[in-house]
């Protein structure tokens, strides 16, 4: 990865496009959170206020991809990208690191978790590479992040998982590719790959449900998701089949039923180039995002009709969180946007796949 | 650069508009003005010189072999089997040609891992192999049923152990019955590889094909909504080979110190092609990007750029040779010199890598977008 400060800056300057200056102070409180890059081979997180402004960041070893924020508001975790080999803590009030931790011998983050309802537990998703088996590994906070136990997820490569609404169930998406950090990033089984969308119950560790979707889209890969009001599941798809395949890359799934695909008008999808990378609600849970930073594209669903009522066309968009009645998002080119607006812009930032709101 | 596409829906009316469509830049893939640059003559000629042939010659390596292995298996001896491994490695040579194009007939069926199923770290092509072979599965040796079967077992590494693992010796021996039915499996997999390749060419070249497909970019265009938006593919495409290259097929196998070298983690060990196959690949990467190539369009003063290209290549190229004439692979990646040229060689391909996502498609006006680059 060389994306590096001095090209944003001559991609910028050949844009004839000048950074944004924040006057406001940034002395909010923290309500988003980001990884991010920041210069030529340089990770931070970033904790952010109402407004999109700073408020502190934490440097990183290496790319991060998604966070989870405890019930209470007080920490964040953030996960290394995958294969990820370290997770760092971070203390929201006191605005510095805590504790970091790595996964044990044998496995790998994939790069997002998420708290119990309770905030006593963190649970992270994990590579068992020698057995091709989904794990969400089970971390303890009061005891410095030790892992005290695991959960099978029911299928390859859990890359999301979310505590539903309940407080109990938990839905991964097992994206099912298979990789070995032996070859890096590189998907092993992509003539065989199945994803699929399962329940678990965080009180036995046990499949509730398992939801799968018909065997001719067995490459559409499950990866990212959010719950709706209604309490379904809504989630987004990366094809790793031909390009000239029609494929309809959101669906959404409620508990004893099929999965069901969305259907939108062809040139919705299409300006996705089949791959969303990631899944957000907004705060009352009536729409569902999903962004696509190949296609330069997020689609906003009415989460009740399945109908799109927005689309707009964002390069290197990805990270998305709601916002009110919308979503607040961010780009690969710095930029930050509430609704229709940029926010703010950092020639020197490029924000990472995801962003999470802390309250 | 604030201006960006922005598309509400109301009143259940749709219309959409492509990425850069506010910049009515109808060329960039970006909407970054490339308006001085001739994005479609590139996409033509990396279509007409590089990859059009490349598949080409690839079916017609594959067909060759075929019949080189079918004449092995009715009259096996020395001179055939080696005359069958010769083409073998014109066949790998082939591939390794044309391996940088994952997108498009190739990624229909499963025909790239059909064709390739690598990297394979549980070894699960070779034991699926070795269990045909143990239990001489009749339906492993024709072409279609073949061709029912798992994709580890119908493409280049399985017929590489044919025709070089343990046990291969003995397909020089007409009195083995053995090493009969082994032909045959081989003679299956080279067929089976010929009608794959067959196919994507067939897919690349025929009416509505990928070619057109790549050459009518457009508004219109389900795929490519602008010449710009190819030209992006196909450097993306360069730019993911080198890195392959370099971290899966060199750097993983070559590990820290020649002590720690680990030789069959590479592709094509057996028949000691690996480095042959990687020098193929990176002569590939130089024919699409370099000067002669997609490098050929830079803008005035951008020249330097292609310029880089073809001179890192060319120092990797000239390590690599200088490893692939001093001894098999196996032994090379475990010598301190050779093990310290190979180390040399990931500088150069890190170089051109950064070049191929930073300033090459900057140069273009194109955006190699930090979330879109390597998906997640």
């Known amino acids: 990865m060389a994306i590096d400060r001095r090209s944003f800056l001559a991609s910028l300057a050949s844009l004839g496009a000048l950074p944004f200056t924040t006057l406001a102070r940034a002395d909010g409180a923290p309500t988003f959170i980001a990884a991010r890059m920041d210069g030529a081979n340089a990770f931070s997180v970033a904790v952010l206020d109402q407004a999109g402004a700073v408020l502190f960041t934490e440097e990183l070893d290496a790319r991060a991809h998604d966070i989870a924020v405890s019930p209470d508001l007080g920490t964040a975790v953030v996960f290394a990208r995958r294969p990820g080999w370290f997770a760092l803590a971070i203390d929201l009030t006191g605005r510095r690191r805590v504790a970091s931790f790595a996964p044990p011998e044998g496995r790998h983050f994939y790069g997002h978790g998420f708290f119990s309802a309770d905030g006593r537990l963190l649970y992270a998703t994990e590579n068992d590479w020698a057995r091709e088996r989904g794990i969400l590994g089970v971390y303890d906070p009061a005891l410095g992040y030790a892992r005290i136990g695991e959960i099978e997820t029911g299928g390859i490569e859990p890359h999301e998982a979310m505590l539903l609404s309940d407080g109990r169930t938990i839905a991964v998406a097992n994206g099912g590719i298979a990789t070995s950090p032996d070859f890096g990033r590189a998907k092993l089984n992509l003539a065989t790959m199945a994803p699929s969308l399962v329940y678990l119950d965080t009180a036995t560790g046990e499949v509730l449900e398992r939801a799968e979707l018909p065997a001719s889209l067995h490459q559409l890969s499950i990866r990212h998701m959010a719950q709706a009001a209604d309490g379904s599941v809504w989630f987004g798809g990366q094809y790793e089949g031909a390009e000239t395949d029609v494929v309809d890359l959101v669906g959404c799934h409620r508990r004893g039923g099929m999965p069901a695909l969305i259907a939108a008008p062809p040139s919705a999808y299409a300006g996705m180039k089949q791959y969303v990378g990631a899944v957000a609600a907004n705060r009352d849970g009536t729409r569902i995002a999903a962004t696509s930073p190949v296609g330069g594209r997020m689609l906003v669903f009415d989460a009740a009709t399945g109908n799109v009522v927005s689309s707009r066309d964002v390069i290197d968009v990805c990270g998305v969180t709601g916002d009110g009645r919308d979503f607040f998002y961010s780009d690969g080119r710095g930029r930050l946007w509430r609704g229709e607006t940029v926010l703010s812009e950092d020639p020197g930032v490029a924000w990472d796949n995801h962003i999470r709101r802390i309250i | ?376």
């Open chain 2, 1 to 376: 650069m604030s201006t960006v596409a922005t598309v509400l829906l109301m009143m259940g009316v749709f219309a959409l508009s492509g990425v850069g469509a506010a910049s009515a830049d109808d060329e960039g893939g970006s909407p970054l003005p490339a308006a001085s640059i001739a994005f479609k003559p590139l996409v033509v000629d990396a279509l007409t010189d590089v990859l059009l042939p490349g598949y080409q010659s690839l079916a017609e390596r594959a067909a060759e072999e075929a019949a080189l292995t079918a004449d092995l298996c009715r009259e096996a001896d020395g001179g055939r089997l080696k005359a069958a491994r010769d083409g073998f490695r014109e066949l790998v040579l082939a591939w390794s040609r044309i391996e940088l194009v994952r997108f498009g007939p190739a990624r229909d069926q499963n025909r790239y891992e059909r064709l390739f199923f690598w990297p394979d770290p549980r070894g699960r092509g070779l034991q699926q192999v070795q269990a045909i072979l143990a239990t001489e599965d009749s339906s492993a040796v024709a072409v279609a049923s073949l061709r029912e079967k798992s994709v580890a077992v119908q493409g280049l590494p399985a017929l590489e152990f044919v025709l070089h693992g343990t046990g291969s010796e003995a397909l020089e021996d007409a009195t083995d019955a053995a090493a009969a039915f082994r032909c045959r499996f081989g003679a299956a997999i080279a067929g089976a590889i010929a009608v794959t390749a067959g196919e994507i060419v067939a897919d690349w070249t025929g009416p509505g094909g990928y070619t057109e497909l790549m050459q009518d970019a457009g508004a219109e265009n389900p795929l490519y909504r602008s010449h710009g938006e190819v030209v992006q593919e196909l450097i993306k495409a360069g730019r993911e080979q080198l890195q392959l290259v370099r971290d899966l097929k060199i750097a993983n196998a070559i590990e820290a110190t020649p002590e720690k070298a680990q030789p069959k983690r590479a592709p094509f060990w057996r028949s000691n092609l690996t480095v042959p196959a990687i020098r193929a690949n990176i002569g590939a990467v130089l024919a699409l990007v370099g000067p002669d190539g997609i490098a050929s369009g830079l803008p005035e003063g951008k020249e330097w750029i292609g310029s880089e290209v073809a001179f890192e290549l060319a120092q990797a190229d000239e390590v690599l040779a200088r490893v692939e004439g001093a001894g098999p692979w196996e032994a090379e990646v475990s010598d301190p010199e050779s093990h310290e040229d190979l180390s040399y060689v990931l500088i150069p391909l890190g170089d051109i890598v950064s070049l191929l996502e930073d300033d090459y498609p900057a140069a273009f006006g194109l955006i190699m977008g930090f979330n879109s680059l390597d998906g997640d």
